[in-house]
């Protein structure tokens, strides 16, 4: 029923979605350092501001990354991406001296319900990334880019956005300033998850903080079971960033989160009609006679984003 690389499909009026993706063959690219934290905040944040996406939770390890935010279109949601993707391959690439493909393949997005069981626990499965990877026995104690200690506090991420052009035109060439004038601060700013958008700011911290125990809890209730213990940062601090892990866990996306048979019914059902409206356009567009006036080898001009229609009035 699915094509093989599935459509970006966001029903009208928007959704909730968690983005993921993976470095080249799982390479340490992303591993925390505090340049490369403070860059990668600058590039989030620079992103966020310009294409609007209301973020929820981020939590980066050294060789994927997980996004849970609000999009209104496919739209957004592919320029966002493309623009935060695409600046921090450059930025960590050029950090690690990184040469090639830097992305294992395209963004992956999954679509989130507006169930509140389903929204909580997309949030708490991203909190708990580098707790259930045995790397530390806390979200708290991960030391690269996490959204879980700005969502407790309140707080909003600070980096920078290193403007290349100035740098490469002359502005590198005051080297006493500090910082240098080719530097542009940006922040990541993270809004509750939807279904708690109406509650006051020190219940959401409440709730959030009761993930983070729950989290510990679980994690200490495993490596007491197992009588293991987390790698630790100072471990994870010394990775290589070109190395790659002996064994990477490989899992197919689903198409949607859901708590319940009748909301994943729902969705999928949206997006199947989705894909079958899609293929039918397409195939006509491809047998259109407005395509035979193009010259043999010839790239066609590309068609416009379709943007989703208003409701009357």
């Known amino acids: 029923m699915y094509m093989g690389r599935r459509l970006r499909f966001i029903p009208s009026g928007g959704c909730l979605v968690e983005v993921t993706n993976r470095t080249i063959q799982g390479r340490f690219l992303l591993r925390p350092s505090a340049e490369l934290n403070r860059l990668l905040i600058g590039v989030l944040g620079r992103a966020q501001r310009r294409y609007g996406v209301r973020l929820h939770a981020c939590q980066v390890l050294s060789n994927h990354y997980h996004l849970l935010l609000t999009v209104e279109s496919a739209q957004q949601l592919a320029r966002f991406v493309g623009y935060f993707q695409g600046n921090l391959a450059k930025e ?3 950090l690690h001296q990184w040469r090639g493909p830097f992305w294992h393949r395209r963004y992956q997005h999954v679509i989130v319900s507006d169930e509140e069981a389903a929204q909580i626990a997309r949030l708490r499965y991203i909190m708990s990334n580098s707790c259930k990877e045995n790397l530390v026995s806390s979200p708290l104690e991960w030391p690269g880019v996490s959204s879980t200690r700005p969502l407790l506090l309140g707080e909003r991420l600070e ?3 290193v403007d290349r052009t100035k740098k490469r035109l002359g502005g590198g060439t005051v080297a006493s300033q500090d910082p240098p004038p080719y530097w542009e601060r940006e922040y ?3 809004e509750p998850i939807p279904c708690w958008r109406r509650l006051k700011s020190t219940v959401v911290r409440k709730r959030i903080a009761e993930l983070v125990s729950d989290i510990e809890a679980e994690v200490d209730a495993q490596h ?3 009588g293991s213990r987390p790698s630790g940062v100072p471990k994870v601090l010394r990775q ?4 790659k892990p002996l064994k990477s866990k490989w899992s197919p996306a689903p198409l949607v989160h859901c708590a319940s048979r009748e909301a994943r019914d729902l969705l999928c059902e949206a997006y199947s009609s ?5 293929r039918d356009t397409a195939t006509r567009l491809r047998s259109a006679s407005l395509l035979d006036n193009f010259p043999d080898g010839a790239f066609p001009p590309r068609i416009p984003y379709q943007q989703h229609a208003r409701a009357p009035g």
């Not at 290589?240 to 190395?243: L, W």
């Not at 989705?274 to 899609?278: D, K, L, N, P, S």
């Open 188 to 190: 990541v700013v993270f």
């Open 224 to 226: 007491r079971a197992q």
């Open 274 to 278: 989705f894909v079958e409206a899609f």
């Open 159 to 161: 980096g920078i956005w």
């Open 92 to 94: 960590a690439g050029r």
């Open 240 to 243: 290589d960033p070109h190395d």
